[in-house]
């Protein structure tokens, strides 16, 4: 089990060296490392790894707002879950079941914390 944790910093490693070595990740690329940390219960990096692929021009796709509506699920973050799902809007994607259940389960998980 500590091993799959590690597995973030791994990634995040090989991407860095890729970007250093002047590879720019492609929006797999960057799905793998936003889930890896997220994995890893690392969301602060996963929430700026998304940042980063906006900034790089690359649109996200449904794995990468899967991944961070997950990320805002883990952190029971609603308000960032509800960001997210403004994303996937804009971004013109289909905003499947598993998304809006996902969105829906972070609310309800917030507002039962906050009883």
């Known amino acids: 089990a500590c ?4 597995v973030w910093a791994a990634v995040l490693s090989l991407a860095l060296a890729a970007r250093q070595g002047g590879v720019q990740l492609d929006i797999d690329g ?5 889930s890896a940390c997220e994995k890893g219960h690392k969301w602060n990096l996963a929430g ?3 940042e980063r692929t906006w900034q790089t021009g690359l649109r996200p796709d449904v794995i990468t707002l ?6 805002a ?18 971004c013109n994607l289909n905003v499947d079941g598993a998304a809006i259940g996902t969105a829906i389960l972070t609310a309800e ?7």
Do not use: I, P, Q, Y
Request: glycine share 4%; charged share 35%.
């Open 109 to 115: 998980r917030v507002a039962h914390w906050e009883r």
């Open 48 to 50: 700026n790894v998304l």
């Open 30 to 34: 960057f799905n793998t490392v936003v």
């Open 73 to 90: 699920n883990d952190r029971l973050s609603w308000v960032r879950s509800m960001e997210f799902m403004r994303s996937m809007r804009r």
């Open 66 to 71: 899967g991944s961070a509506l997950g990320d």
């Open 3 to 6: 091993e799959k944790c590690e």
